[in-house]
């Protein structure tokens, strides 16, 4: 699958994964499961989104010239979402850009962080703050890799396949309501999904790639709020999902009863649907006007209005997300 | 002037500088000379190359965020070279990119790091080790900000304007060759010059844009090991010019006495021609091998032929540069 962007192209290819030509960045968990697909001059960071930052970038970047990178050498990122973000901003950043090839392991950076070229890292107030968008030279896709997967990290990457079905392929919805789901064919069909958004709105300029946003504004706050230790991603953005859509109903923009319709797909795979009630609603609001879809701090999120049909609405008023949130 | 670039075009105005729309970021000698041109909600940093840090970047992003800047928000860069690459580099990543307007105050920025999208940070193991190439929607140059300039700024700007002459046009040899050389119309030959090496090679990958490095393999190195605490940075690259001439008459690529020319044309304007003997050999030439022009450590240098004519030159023995330096 070629993916086009304004800068050229890159191919995603599906295979199993040795070892790419570069150096090559990971975590301490694919590090540990995979030594044979790690090489000795690998870079190695602890596994988690708080690696997501601008102290481990900077600790990347000294270790690429510790081992003498040049412009010419290229980064493997083996690894999760924080891999692809954190070691992609490295490559788009170090001596200005350097190549980099993706090689995601996890269900959620295989659907979804590893295509796009969307990278970055996370400041103390909040997600991908800082970033760039920068396509990697190649994306390698090994399903294989989802066999060491801990169940709560399948679950995550099924909330994003859960995502594409709501909001632009409702046959996904019929073929991830089974627990035999079919791996390969479900990541290649929210692969396709993803490469189409992102070439039609490579930039989030168009109203289109914001699509991919769904469950995302209140997520993110989510996530932020309980420091990322809560939940994982697909968790948060879980709850992101069931709380817009209600939002989406509260504003007459969903058909009524769509809240438990999603709520329903996500429990399914054990995902959670509500948020906790100790978590502050004014906190929340705050979180999210510094979303970076949010303009001059008035509120825009992407909703649901039914199945497979999505649209950012802008201007979402403060009362009715804490009517939701409630 | 208009520059184009891959993602579109920016304008160059030549006017009295007022005050432009947005967040401006500049340092405190801009903000003590200049009061009426720096509005109250403006970033201030100190001045100065140790502000070009990941530091300061996450300062300038965490005041943004505090200011509730969006990505539709927009930077002014109002300051000399080290505001222009910083800033420039928070608006290449700041929200994964914000717009951003240059407005150089210093004769180094105006004819040098204002044009060409070039932004960046140091870090600790050497300049512009991290960054983009990311173009400014505007560039206005206001060459009225040089008359509070000090002399050894001036000077040190010249030195790059020297540089223009010798890698590219002589006739700018003979212009500056006077104490009451023309402010306005040496500025804007130098800009149209380096819009045109910019325009004809972005991303520095057609062994144009290099040129503009002559002086700079040296000159950085220098710096470096001087930790920007003995020379400005033309003072730096103007020494790097002269024994990088010396290089090349060494190598027997540019005509024997051009050394002494280079070097004539810069004592004139009370420039440095020679380095501190101090300085170790050995460690000169440890950093250069991690310049970004080097490949595979192999040295790599902009050398001038003669007056106007430039050329890249790679794998420049080390002993030759080991003679040159001595």
Known sequence: MIVQHSQGSYEISFHSYSIANGITVTDENVAGLYPSQVPSDSIIIPAGESSKNLSTYSFICQELLKRGATRKSQLVALGGGVIGDLVGFVAAT????????????????????SVGGKVG?????????????????????????????PERQL?????????????????LLKATNRHDWERFETVSRCIQLKAQVVVEDEFETKGIRVWLNFGHTIGHAIEQLTEYKVHTHGEAISIGMVIE??????LGFAEVGLTDQVADSLRFHGLPTKIDPDLSVDSLIRVMRLDKKSDSGELAMSLVQKAGVCQLVKNVPQQVVREALL
Chains 1, 2 share one sequence.
């Open 245 to 250: 859509t209600r939002i989406a109903e509260l």
């Open 155 to 171: 679950q995550c990457g099924l909330a994003e396949v859960i995502k594409y079905g709501w909001i632009v392929d409702p046959d």
């Open 94 to 113: 170090y001596m200005r850009g350097i190549p980099f090839v993706q090689v995601p392991t996890t269900l959620l950076a295989q659907v979804d962080s």
């Open 121 to 149: 890292i996370d400041l103390p107030e909040g997600k991908n703050l800082v970033g760039s968008f920068y396509a990697p030279q190649q994306v390698i896709v090994d399903t294989s890799f989802l066999n060491t997967l």
